[in-house]
């Protein structure tokens, strides 16, 4: 069964400690390993994709890297305003038409200043 | 650029009455996806749906749930007789293309009474 583990479930921060987040997935063929920034009460908004083993994607303090077993979202010199749930999600190669994405259940952060 | 409208944002049912939930795609998307989130766990697709056609139902619930994505218009999530058990947020994605990321709309809090 495809599945996507994330960890730490929470992690806590002082602003300017870096650190990473987990992503581990069993999946039948990966077209494409996403990673997501939900604040509260909001939807999840797109941050990454990731498509094979050895890639690498940037954008601001965050990093994303993916090996062929799991996917790191580096955060460097975090700021309080990077507090929010980190989602992480894999679409399958399916042999059928279906772009359906797997979700982990996140990773809670929240950076003190 | 307009991105994902979902409307209404909160939407107060009695148990037995019926919920619509609408969903307007980015401009050029013509596929759309509706997930649920329960509190406490993730994300879980339900259905994946392009113009006038489901593609993917394979998360919906066999009773009291239906979607469409007509010609014209939004897409909607339809859930008859509402139980308890439906209270959830409801978050609605599109994408242009299928192997291109999916951006979410704001979604729709459903509360059960």
């Known amino acids: 069964e495809d599945q996507v583990t994330q960890s730490p479930e929470a992690l806590r921060l002082q602003e300017g400690e870096s650190s990473s987040l987990n992503c581990s997935y069993t999946?039948?063929?990966?077209?494409?390993l996403f990673w997501y920034r939900q604040d509260p009460g909001k939807g999840p908004e797109f941050l990454f994709t990731l498509y094979s083993a050895g890639e690498e994607k940037e954008k601001e303090r965050l990093k994303a890297t993916l090996t062929k077993k799991e996917s790191f979202l580096h955060i460097t010199a975090p700021k309080p305003e990077d507090s929010a749930t980190y989602l992480c999600?894999?679409?399958?190669?399916?042999?059928?038409?279906?772009?359906?994405?797997?979700f982990g259940t996140g990773t809670l952060l929240a950076v003190q200043p | 650029n307009a991105g994902v409208m979902q409307n209404p944002r909160h939407l107060v049912r009695r148990r037995g009455q019926e919920a619509r939930l609408r969903c307007s795609p980015m401009k050029g998307h013509s596929h759309v996806y509706w997930y649920r989130q329960l509190p406490e766990e993730g994300l879980k697709f339900m259905v994946y749906l392009q113009k006038e056609n489901i593609i993917d139902e394979s998360g919906m619930p066999k009773e009291r749930f239906s979607a469409e994505f007509p010609k014209e218009g939004p897409s909607i999530l339809r859930i008859q007789q509402v139980v308890r058990g439906d209270s959830a947020a409801y978050f609605c994605?599109?994408?242009?293309?299928?192997?291109?990321?999916?951006?979410f709309g704001q979604g729709t809090r459903l509360t059960v009474v």
């Open positions: 994605a599109s994408s242009r293309n299928t192997n291109t990321e999916a951006f």
């Open positions: 999946v039948s063929g990966l077209r494409g």
């Open positions: 999600a894999v679409q399958a190669a399916y042999g059928g038409a279906t772009n359906k994405l797997i």
